[in-house]
C-alpha cells in the first residue's frame, strides 16, 4: 500500500494495488473516488480536499496499528 499526497492539487491518492488499464473511477461523494476493476478488486482511493480529510483529530499523522502484535506505528502526512 502506497499514500501519495499532492500538496499543490490538495488530492492524496490510497494505493491499494498497482493501476491496471481497466479500472474505473467511481464517484462516492464530492471528495472521494475510487479505482474499482471489474471484477471488484479496489485499486486505489483518491481523496479530494486532502488537507480537510487526513489533518483530523491526529494533526495529519499516519496511525498504522498492528493489532495482532499490539503495535503501533505514526508518520507524519506532510499536508
Do not use: C, F, W
Not at 490510497?14 to 474505473?24: G, Y
Not at 471528495?31 to 486505489?44: K, L, S
Amino acid at each position: 500500500m502506497k499514500i501519495t499526497i499532492d500538496k499543490k492539487y490538495n488530492v492524496a491518492y490510497i494505493s491499494l494495488h498497482a493501476k491496471k488499464e481497466d479500472v474505473d473511477t467511481i464517484k462516492v461523494s464530492e471528495e472521494m473516488n475510487v479505482d474499482v476493476a471489474p471484477d471488484g478488486t479496489i485499486y486505489g482511493i483518491e481523496l479530494l480536499n486532502a488537507n480537510e480529510q487526513l489533518g483530523g483529530e491526529d494533526g495529519g499523522v499516519l496511525v498504522v496499528v498492528d493489532e495482532a502484535r499490539g503495535k503501533l506505528g505514526e508518520v507524519p502526512l506532510g499536508i
